[in-house]
């Protein structure tokens, strides 16, 4: 191309530096009309396809391979042959599993061993005899329950009725948590202390625990009244169990048609009263076996989780405190409270009964023995004493009952959990001598000979043990 000579490129510069002020002044028609080239846009980019997922070329792939390849006659059969070999399998399994389910819970009356009851646990052969040593490590003295007199810590006059109550607020306000254990994954419905003074051993509804393990599940427990080294259970299968801390085995004593609710012996340990959802009670002479055993009708309503032997006498007609707001027959002495009753039991005197109530009120009476065998009904069954707690539990949180110190040498009192967050104990006539603060509150117990002993539980399956702290 030849050069442009020096008019030439003058020229060229003018067009350009005019165009470029008609554009300022936006005057491009005056531009197109003067023969000026308008400036071409640059094209435009063309945008990338976006990349297809994995799923999306998987599903080409086998739709072309599908499309490539037909399924012929004979590999149709066979799929649905495979298919259909598939599915009976998977209903084997399931049928398996639902038989193995109802077999673990059936009613099992042959003895079980120790390793069988703590199958669930998944223990080594470290952890089990472990376990074991603990169990045969309170098994060197029998430790029987002790009972108190019926007319004991009964005086006079109040001044030194209010001097024990004093003596029992000042050793129980030094206890303090010492332990916390996680015992088991269930909910904790209710709890009792072993005997053993020098072990802390405690049992609750779901497991059984001395703060290092869990055990096997249970719905209602008690300690032997003569023999520290047996434990009677109940579960939702309707049989009692008596478990032998010396043998590790445990062996089936009764079984019912009914839920059985509540159970409970006298000082002998040769007899057995036990509460059912039928709203019945039975007695058993654990000499004679079930065979012999009587039933008794009290409530056409369920008897909930309280059947409570009176400890400081033997007649039939006024052995039992039963938690029903309807009873007939063998009753001697009925209380209505008006709402549901959670628990009712008798001290270990015989003497006083405590109730626990969803109209929140904690009642309680104190029965004059000398009147159970003078009158065919008691002359007088109100409580002397009404104490306002809260027993709103809801759902989740499990029921609050007033539990008796087992304990015969001491003042009686028992302990509440309470909905705000703390374990009370109440002395027998209804004064609050200690307020223990700690989430871990609806369930409590109390150590059977060790006053400043207490231990609490709640839903989530944890544990707290109170005590007075080393420095004491």
């Keep these: ?276 959802a039928a709203g019945g009670v039975t007695h058993m002479d654990l000499r004679e076996g079930p065979s012999n055993a009587r039933w008794y009708q009290l409530s056409n309503q369920k008897i909930g989780n309280s059947v409570s032997k009176n400890m400081g006498h033997s007649k039939t007609g006024i052995q039992n405190f039963i938690e029903t707001k309807h009873g007939s027959g063998s009753l001697r002495g009925e209380n209505a409270h008006g709402k549901s009753v959670t628990s009712a039991y008798w001290d270990p005197r015989g003497r006083s009964i405590v109730s626990t109530c969803y109209d929140d009120t904690l009642r309680i009476w104190e029965l004059d023995a000398g009147k159970y065998d003078a009158f065919p009904v008691f002359p007088a069954f109100a409580p002397f004493s009404r104490v306002k707690h809260n027993c709103q539990t809801g759902k989740w949180v499990t029921l609050l009952r007033a539990i008796w110190t087992p304990n015969p040498d001491v003042y009686p009192h028992f302990t509440i959990g309470s909905m705000d967050h703390s374990l009370h104990i109440y002395s027998c006539k209804g004064e609050l001598v200690a307020k223990l603060s700690d989430r871990e509150r609806p369930v409590t117990c109390s150590h059977p000979s060790i006053v400043e002993r207490c231990a609490t539980g709640n839903a989530s399956g944890r544990c707290v043990l109170w005590a007075p702290s080393d420095d004491e």
């Excluded at 495979?82 to 109802?102: D, F, G, Y």
């Excluded at 047996?230 to 089936?252: A, H, N």
């Design 1 to 276: 191309m030849a050069e442009l000579s020096a008019y030439e490129q003058e020229r060229e510069a003018n067009i350009a530096r005019n165009r470029a002020l008609l554009e300022q002044l936006e005057l491009k028609d005056a531009a197109a009309s003067l023969g000026v080239p308008a400036k071409q846009k640059p094209p435009p980019k063309p945008k990338a396809k976006p990349c297809p997922s994995r799923q999306a070329s998987q599903a080409r792939i086998d739709r072309g391979s599908a499309t490539a390849t037909e399924c012929t006659p004979t590999q149709r059969r066979k799929r649905l042959a495979e298919s259909e070999t598939r599915v009976k399998e998977e209903e084997k399994e399931r049928i398996e599993a639902e038989e193995q389910a109802r077999l673990a819970k059936r009613p099992r009356a042959e003895n079980l061993d120790l390793a069988v009851l703590t199958s669930a646990e998944d223990l080594d052969d470290a952890e089990m005899s472990a376990l074991r040593g603990s169990l045969q490590a309170i098994t060197n003295k029998v430790i029987p329950r002790g009972i108190a007199a019926v007319d004991a810590w009964v005086y006079e006059g109040d001044e030194r009725g209010d001097g024990e109550a004093r003596e029992l607020k000042k050793k129980l306000g030094k206890m303090t948590i010492v332990s916390r254990a996680k015992v088991t994954q269930d909910r904790i419905y209710s709890a009792m202390y072993h005997p053993e003074p020098t072990k802390d051993l405690y049992f609750s509804e779901t497991s059984m625990g001395n703060w290092e393990f869990g055990m096997h599940e249970l719905r209602q427990r008690r300690i032997d009244p003569i023999d520290s080294h047996s434990l009677y259970t109940t579960s939702y299968d309707c049989t009692i169990r008596q478990f032998s801390f010396v043998s590790g085995v445990s062996r089936q004593i009764y079984s019912s048609d009914a839920l059985i609710t509540s159970l409970d012996l006298i000082p002998s340990g040769h007899e057995m009263w036990i509460s059912d």
